[in-house]
């Protein structure tokens, strides 16, 4: 995919929700944010937090934390759209922990934020 499934007009806005420290305005944020992707974006991110959602309700069989679900997931859900890749540095690494931050969130808040 060229566009990302978050899409790149709404990826400052993601970044933004990242950096809220108050749970109940990033998931509000994220909810904001969320309404504004397209229809179809918005249903197969659904069912992507969804998906991983059954595999994080058997982390004792299969140890995938939320966290770890949401480090695999966050790099390709929330990227800039193909050709606008940045330099892997230490602020792109920092940049990609707030992502994970709201990978984390969506896990524990979807249906708040998808309702």
Not at 12 to 29: G, I, L
Not at 37 to 54: E, G, H, Q, S
Not at 58 to 79: D, G, H, W
């Amino acid at each position: 995919m060229d566009e990302p499934l978050c899409e790149s007009k709404l990826y400052m806005e993601f970044w933004s929700a990242a950096n809220q420290t108050n749970k109940a305005q990033k998931v509000a944020q994220l909810k904001s944010t969320v309404e504004k992707m397209r229809p179809a974006n918005r249903d197969t991110f659904l069912y992507v937090i969804l998906f991983c959602n059954k595999f994080v309700k058997r982390e004792p069989q299969n140890k995938m934390t939320t966290v770890n679900m949401a480090l695999m997931f966050a790099p390709n859900i929330f990227r800039r759209r193909k050709g606008d890749e940045e330099e892997v540095t230490i602020q792109t690494i920092a940049k990609m922990q707030l992502h994970i931050s709201n990978m984390v969130c969506l896990f524990e808040n979807y249906e708040e934020v998808f309702e």
